[in-house]
């Protein structure tokens, strides 16, 4: 709400540096401070709550060293994100812009989703928690909620290149033209890096474009299943999930602030996103919560994020990278959660291909997802998660390289 505030003292006394950008600056390091603070004060009074209500994980068996320690350690500490997140929100934010609105509802509908999971496997002893068909059925909702209102609302627009303007001086300039609505996303490492996903569907004859969100609209629903997935098989370890989490989040932010920035954009040569630049804010105080989390959760951890946690990391990933028009770096700058789902896959797949075939299943990792694998031999946890964390840097790092590297 001190957004509206910021702007009506710049229009009332009309301070220097009026202004989306002039401000957004001050607005994001308030945001990632107070998420901070949140996070790191309240947060201890939530996992005294939690450990009061006896509201700890059950640990299955599995095998691994120090895991039985673990038992009894308080869940749902995905609760001191979200909280610590949607709080600066809705203090720093414009809440009126949309993609800041869906990522709050996305915030919000994965975090139900996530802790009514939660909510089964510690009230009701159920260690399978919510049944998969019923998580499918809400990433599927949210997906379907985020692409029908990326593809039809009004407000959701690129701004274009025109070089068609000729100067008094006959010198063509870059200038950018109105405001439309396109489907198009960025393709990393080509030089012409468009991507328009009515392209798939141009078979069908003149107008074939408006019905692009026959291919939209899916993958939307891919997207955000698969990446939500993706967190969620990675929170297996201390601080694995949060800090990989806060890399990725954090290099969002600089996609988020390029694409919404119109010189930025400019010289990167890339899609100029009309009023995207709002989501620092949201991203700042996103990291904010996942670093002053990761102050409980790193080794031994005080408090587990749960399925509350990790649902909404993934499913805030997701949206995220969709409205900045960086889905397709997923498979990159994702590349912890892809690696993490893909030994799962290739596990689960080559042992029943086995298992049919000789009668007996074999396995590829000791143990998946991939960190269990290197806990069975016997790496110790901390290693594991900042070994994963400077993975996760490299491809970050490879991530933002690729607005030049073409």
């Not at 928690?129 to 029908?148: A, Y």
């Not at 080559?350 to 290197?374: C, D, N, S, V």
């Amino acid at each position: 709400m001190l957004y509206y505030l910021f702007e009506f003292l710049e229009k009332q006394y009309q301070l220097p540096g009026a202004g989306l950008f002039q401000f957004l600056t001050f607005r994001a390091a308030l945001s990632v401070l107070l998420s901070l603070l949140i996070a790191m004060v309240y947060g201890k009074r939530i996992i005294l709550f939690l450990q009061k209500k006896q509201i700890g994980e059950s640990i299955r068996d599995l095998g691994l060293e120090g895991q039985k320690q673990k038992a009894g350690t308080p869940t749902m500490g995905g609760l001191i994100i979200i909280m610590s997140t949607l709080l600066p929100v809705i203090l720093f934010a414009d809440i009126k812009n949309i993609y800041v609105i869906l990522l709050i509802v996305t915030t919000v509908w994965m975090g139900i989703i996530g802790f009514i999971d939660d909510y089964i496997k510690t009230f009701k002893k159920d260690k399978q928690g919510l049944k998969g068909k019923f998580k499918v059925m809400g990433q599927v909702g949210l997906g379907l909620i985020v692409g029908l209102t990326l593809y039809f609302h009004p407000a959701v627009t690129i701004k274009e290149k025109d070089t068609t303007t000729i100067t008094e001086t006959f010198k063509v300039e870059k200038v950018f033209g109105e405001e439309t609505k396109s489907v198009r996303t960025n393709v990393p490492f080509f030089k012409n890096n468009e991507l328009d996903y009515a392209d798939f569907i141009s078979w069908m004859g003149e107008g074939a474009e408006d019905y692009a969100w026959l291919i939209f609209i899916p993958v939307v629903i891919l997207i955000v299943t698969a990446v939500s997935n993706g967190a969620n098989l990675t929170d297996g370890i201390d601080g694995l999930a949060a800090g990989s989490s806060a890399i990725i989040v954090m290099t969002l932010g600089i996609f988020a602030w390029v694409s919404g920035n119109i010189q930025f954009s400019d010289y990167l040569d890339i899609f100029y996103l009309p009023r995207v630049g709002e989501l620092v804010v949201f991203i700042a105080a996103f990291a904010g919560a996942l670093v002053g989390f990761l102050w409980y959760n790193t080794f031994p951890a005080q408090v587990f994020m749960g399925d509350t946690g990790s649902l909404t990391i993934g499913g805030v990933i997701a949206v995220i990278a969709i409205i900045v028009r960086k889905e397709l770096l997923i498979p990159i700058l994702c590349g912890i959660f892809f690696a993490e789902s893909l030994s799962v896959m290739l596990q689960v797949g080559y042992f029943k291909r086995t298992k049919k075939k000789y009668g007996e299943g074999r396995r590829i990792f000791l143990m998946a997802p991939l960190h269990h694998h290197y806990q069975k031999k016997l790496y110790h946890e901390s290693k594991i998660v900042t070994r994963f964390w400077i993975i996760g840097i490299m491809l970050a790092i490879i991530s933002i390289v690729t607005l030049k590297i073409r």
